[in-house]
């Protein structure tokens, strides 16, 4: 099936915008997990709705959970026993593929997973074999992917287990997020290539604190859950600092300013780093009472940065490297081969479809600037691609962009909010 093409819009002039993101998907799908294991009720306020984060909802709810909408907006979460028979569609989202497997096999009954087609690929190996080795019994057909079903006992030994999780730090997350309700805890050792990702193990470990929970990450790739309850609490969810990318890019992009509202001053978003790899691309940034506000000088320097711990901005500063004056080169970053798509393979491509010059190496990119031209940019169901063809659109007429409603995985109606921010001030609203 062909999607509709969406025209990227051309900056006309530079951008001048405040900008307020719907929250943070990774800290929204791990308070909703949170929340279902905790020992009362439970509000997530300012919460993401998007694609992902209906789908961890669905998930939790399926297993028992009350989730429910407020007047104000909030997810209202009230625990339950968690029970199969169930089924949980993961969608192609990592954190519901990767947190709920282990709520399920504390579930009573058989619990379900099937998701997109590409979420058959992505790896989830070091989930099933720790919670096998854990005490769990699943069935996924010899594969170590989805589709799978964990027949839940009601509870789980846990104890200590070695996993390689050198290909999604979200294993780790895992086993953390629900290990404290596991009888003996857990103590998950990594073994193998280094963690990617690790801001968002920092981001499980601090929530997981935050609810009382004790761990111990004292030691390098070691994380150690005690067991005992998670309270229940009211969470505000910060604004999605990833999803900040293409924003912040506009400014870079056009010379323009870009205020993000609410911008966390201290926070374990990997979205915090774009201060300073955008900095180092050109742009200014202080925080104000506003924001923070981003501010670009009109031009755009190449960068060699090594992203494997913030692996999930990659597009969109390739998009930027893309428009920069010297060449780029992105490392550290061989993981995002198995994200929504083949993330370096697909940059490569449709960058290069454009006009570009761009090598995709065994870890990362190298991107050499060339005058791009229009065309079409095909995304892959992957809204980070869908984004970067955005920022890219903005200095390069007739950019048209497939499938733009892939963004609603994460950032809900991007479109308004990008001709929003490209509106000049005196019309906005
Ligand atoms: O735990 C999380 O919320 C996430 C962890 C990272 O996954 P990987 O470690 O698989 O890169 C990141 O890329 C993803 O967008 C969100
Ligand atoms: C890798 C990403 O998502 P997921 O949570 O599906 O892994 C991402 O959002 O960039």
């Known amino acids: 099936m062909t999607s509709p093409l969406w025209s990227a819009p051309v900056a006309s002039a530079p951008v001048d915008a405040v900008v307020a993101l719907p929250g943070s998907k990774s800290v929204t799908n791990r308070a909703l997990v949170l929340a279902a294991l905790a020992d009362g009720p439970s509000t997530v306020r300012q919460p993401l709705y998007s694609r992902d984060t209906t789908l961890m909802a669905a998930g939790l709810r399926a297993l028992g959970a009350t989730v429910e909408d407020t007047a104000d907006g909030d997810l209202r979460v009230v625990p339950a026993p968690l029970r199969g028979p169930a089924h949980v569609d993961v969608g192609n989202a990592g954190t519901v593929m990767r947190f709920l497997p282990p709520v399920a096999a504390l579930a009573a009954g058989d619990v379900r997973f099937e998701g997109d087609p590409r979420a058959y690929e992505r790896p989830l190996d070091g989930v099933i074999l720790a919670l096998r080795d854990l005490g769990a019994d699943i069935d996924d057909a010899g594969t170590g992917r989805l589709p799978m079903t964990v027949r839940g ?11 390689d999780a050198s290909s999604s730090s979200q294993f780790v997350s ?7 309700r596991f009888a003996e805890g857990v103590e998950v050792r990594h073994i193998g290539s280094s963690v990617p990702s690790m801001p968002h193990i920092d981001m499980t470990v ?3 604190r935050a609810a009382g929970v004790a761990v111990d990450d004292s030691e390098p790739d070691v994380w150690k859950v005690a067991p ?3 309270a229940a609490r009211d969470v505000v969810v910060e604004p999605d600092l990833s999803n900040a990318a293409p924003f912040l890019a506009a400014a870079l992009v056009t010379g323009g300013r870009v205020t993000v509202r609410d911008w966390p001053v201290a926070t374990t978003q990997p979205g915090d780093w774009l201060r300073d790899l955008f900095a180092r691309m050109g742009g200014a940034w202080e925080f104000t009472d506003d924001g923070l506000v981003f501010t670009g000088t009109g ?4 960068i060699t940065a090594d992203l494997h711990d913030v692996g999930e901005l990659t597009p969109v500063i390739a998009a930027v490297a893309a428009l920069a004056d010297s060449p780029s080169e992105l490392t550290g970053i061989a993981h995002l ?6 993330r370096l393979a697909a940059l490569a491509k449709e960058l290069n479809g454009l006009g570009g010059d761009v090598t995709d190496t065994a870890d990362g990119l190298v991107i050499r600037p060339r005058p791009l031209h229009g065309g079409e940019f095909a995304t892959y169901d992957d809204h980070r691609l869908a984004t970067a063809a955005a920022v ?4 390069v007429p ?9 963004t609603a995985k994460t950032l809900p109606d991007f479109p308004a909010l990008w001709h929003a921010l490209l509106m000049p001030a005196d019309q906005a609203s």
């Open 153 to 163: 006992a009601g509870s789980l030994r846990g104890g200590i287990v070695e996993i």
């Open 174 to 180: 895992a086993l953390l997020l629900s290990g404290a």
């Open 206 to 208: 601090a929530m997981l």
């Open 228 to 230: 005992g309850p998670i």
């Open 299 to 302: 031009k755009i320097h190449g």
């Open 337 to 342: 081969r198995l994200h929504e798509t083949d």
């Open 392 to 395: 890219i659109g903005l200095a």
């Open 398 to 406: 007739g950019v048209e962009v497939e499938n733009i409603a892939t």
